[in-house]
Structures are given as C-alpha cells and as structure tokens.
C-alpha cells in the first residue's frame, strides 16, 4: 500500500529565502509525482507534475525532482514570497490515476 | 469557464439525514474522483470512476455512495450522516495532459453533521 509523508509539517521563513519542501513515498512503481498549492479554505491548483521517467519539472520560481530509487520528491521553491504562503501537498500516482495524498506542509513567509 | 463545479459550497446536516454532494465537469474527462480532507490527514479518496457506468471504492468507502450515468456528473451520497463524516469533500476530474493525468479540483464542500 502506497504512503506518503510530507516533512516539515509547517515552515516559516523571511521572504527573500529559497526553500526546500520533502516528500517522501514507500512505493516506488509510481506513475507521476504531483505538487499541488492549497489557499485556506479553496481547492487545489496542480503545479507540476513528474512523470515516473523523468528527474524533475521546472516552473518559474518552483522546481521539484523526483528520485524514485530513494522514494523522494522535493519541491524547491526559489526568492520565496509572501504569496507563496499556503499549504503544498505532495500525491504520488498509480496507473490507474488515483492520488495518495501526503498530509501537506503549510508554508508562511514573512514580509 | 471550464472546471469542476460542486455545489453547496456549505452544508449542516442532523445525524442520520441523507443528502447528495454535486459535481460537474465540462471537460470531457474520463475519470473523476471524491476526496475527504481532515485536518492532519491530507486528502483520501473515497470513491473513483473511470467513465461513464464504471465506479470502483478508494481508501474510505463506508458510508458514501457514487453513481456515474454521465461523463459530466458524479454525485456522492451519504446514505445516513454520522458525525464522523463531517469534513471538507473535494471532487475531482483528471484527463491527459502532458506527463500524465492532470487534475482539476472543485472548490470543495464543507460539510458539518450535528
């Protein structure tokens, strides 16, 4: 049974700072990986998405790799801003398009 | 626009009611799926559907029901609400996209059972 964990559990950084936010899963026969960005009380916006095949995705200031060996992801995101503040969830998918959810890291960056 | 509507956004239910949670997408998606998020939990996904007449159980099942008679909608029902089951559900829509299946979440309903 796949699992996913996401560590820290919350972050607070001056803006300014580059950051790196963990995920980890148990099975490595993933289809993808996906990074997804959660404002208090709103839905979930996809950021990037890994395939099984590839190291990593690159947008703007956001970039996540993917070890599959090693049952890591990390998103790395660059100059953090304090629009950047909300919670990411990392998801790890099989073939059959289902997601396991990690438990999310609530970022906050202060001005 | 396009996207994944669910409606009510809010919803108080008494133990024991039933109710039925919309969602509709207008993007010719295949599979669509139902998520519960809990705090400290994440996100688990209750049911799935891989086309219209096709639906199959995901990790917290007990006490929901989906039916797929369209591309468009998947509706989930709680058949007798228990407190356990208040929780914010989100559905989702997922189609080909470049690497993958690409995901598009509703805004989610916040439900609360008293």
């Known amino acids: 049974k796949q699992e996913v964990t996401q560590i820290p559990a919350a972050l607070s950084v001056p803006e300014g700072e580059n950051l790196v936010l963990n995920c980890s899963f148990t099975d490595s026969a993933i289809y993808n990986l996906q990074w997804f960005r959660q404002d208090p009380g709103k839905g979930l916006t996809s950021l990037l998405l890994i395939q099984s095949s590839q190291r990593e995705q690159t947008s703007g200031r956001l970039n996540a790799s993917l070890d599959k060996s090693s049952g890591r992801s990390t998103l790395y995101i660059a100059a953090s801003q304090p629009g950047d503040s909300a919670t990411y969830l990392c998801?790890?998918?099989?073939?059959?398009?289902?997601?396991?959810f990690g438990q999310g890291t609530t970022l906050q960056v202060k001005p | 626009n396009a996207g994944v509507t669910q409606t009510p956004k809010f919803q108080v239910l008494k133990t024991g009611q039933s109710m039925t949670l919309q969602c509709a997408q207008d993007m010719n998606h295949e599979y669509m799926s139902w998520y519960r998020q809990d705090p400290g939990m994440g996100l688990r996904l209750i049911h799935y559907?891989?086309?219209?007449?096709?639906?199959d159980q995901g990790e917290v099942p007990n006490g929901y029901n989906v039916s797929r008679s369209t591309t468009e909608d998947f509706p989930l029902r709680l058949l007798s609400a228990a407190p356990s089951q208040t929780s914010v559900y989100f559905c989702?829509?997922?189609?080909?996209?470049?690497?993958?299946?690409?995901?598009?979440f509703g805004s989610g309903t916040r439900l609360t059972v008293v």
């Open positions: 559907s891989v086309g219209a007449g096709i639906t």
């Open positions: 989702a829509s997922s189609g080909p996209g470049t690497g993958g299946l690409r995901y598009t």
């Open positions: 998801a790890a998918s099989g073939n059959t398009g289902k997601l396991i």
